[in-house]
């Protein structure tokens, strides 16, 4: 198995334009965050979906950010507009159902917005 | 609100000698913890992790404690080693009967010197 697959690996955008992140989760896995990673905050969870389903969004920081996952083999984390408060590595993980040791984390998205 | 601390963001020891790194809680509904190690440029990786039923797990070089009455655990390596230099997360969760986020702590880096 790949692992997770985060996609782009680096991004620099300007100010209040949008920025697409996306995530690959391993096959088989029902579970799927979004982390944020800053070094005022550590890493910070998003929003997670359970079969697809956002279960738990209350991480989103603004309605300027908004996360879907279509099918059980893709999802994307959408800013838009960016501001430069936004620039962070961004991780996504899955695991499957049951207990949380599994997480596996993709290699992330840096994303700098100027 | 913090609910896992890693109160010291940096961590120095010499090679062969022991590194140990502490995370304090605040929810006492916590009843699972773990450590992630995480590489520049690369996802956290699950290292070892505790139930709450236990105040000791070992694996290798590593031994995770809990002191559930202080809300406190603690990471050990030993010896320490060169490859150990990372930066270190604490989680914790709580078994809910379905879902299963995790709680990340800001990370503490380690530097192991030759």
């Known amino acids: 198995d790949a692992g997770v697959i985060q996609s782009p690996r680096h991004e620099v955008t300007e100010m209040g334009q949008e920025v697409t992140l996306r995530c690959k989760p391993i096959?088989?896995?029902?579970?799927l965050f979004w982390y944020r990673q800053t070094m005022m905050r550590g890493l910070e969870l998003l929003i997670y979906?359970?079969?697809?389903?956002?279960?738990?969004d209350s991480g989103m920081p603004e309605d300027r950010f908004s996360a879907k996952m279509p099918n059980a083999s893709f999802s994307t984390l959408k800013i838009q507009p960016s501001e430069p408060r936004d620039s962070a590595v961004y991780f996504c993980?899955?695991?499957?159902?049951?207990?949380?040791?599994?997480?596996?984390f993709g290699s992330g998205t840096r994303l700098t917005v100027v | 609100d913090q609910q896992v601390k890693q109160n010291s963001p940096s961590l120095s020891v010499q090679e062969g000698r022991i590194s140990i790194l502490n995370c304090d809680y605040t929810?006492?509904?916590?009843?699972?913890f773990l450590w992630y190690k995480k590489y520049p440029a690369e996802g956290p990786t699950f290292l070892i992790s505790?139930?709450?039923?236990?105040d000791k797990n070992e694996d290798g070089r590593f031994t995770v404690f809990l002191n559930k009455s202080a809300k406190h655990l603690s990471l050990h390596i030993v010896p320490s080693q060169p490859g150990d230099s990372a930066v270190y997360f604490c989680?914790?969760?709580?078994?809910?009967?379905?879902?299963?986020?995790?709680?990340f702590g800001k990370g503490i880096t380690l530097s192991v010197r030759p």
């Open positions: 505790i139930s709450s039923i236990k």
């Open positions: 929810n006492s509904m916590f009843d699972y």
């Open positions: 096959s088989g896995h029902d579970y």
């Open positions: 979906f359970n079969n697809n389903v956002p279960i738990d």
């Open positions: 993980a899955s695991t499957s159902s049951g207990w949380s040791y599994g997480y596996t």
């Open positions: 989680a914790a969760t709580y078994y809910t009967g379905a879902n299963s986020k995790l709680t």
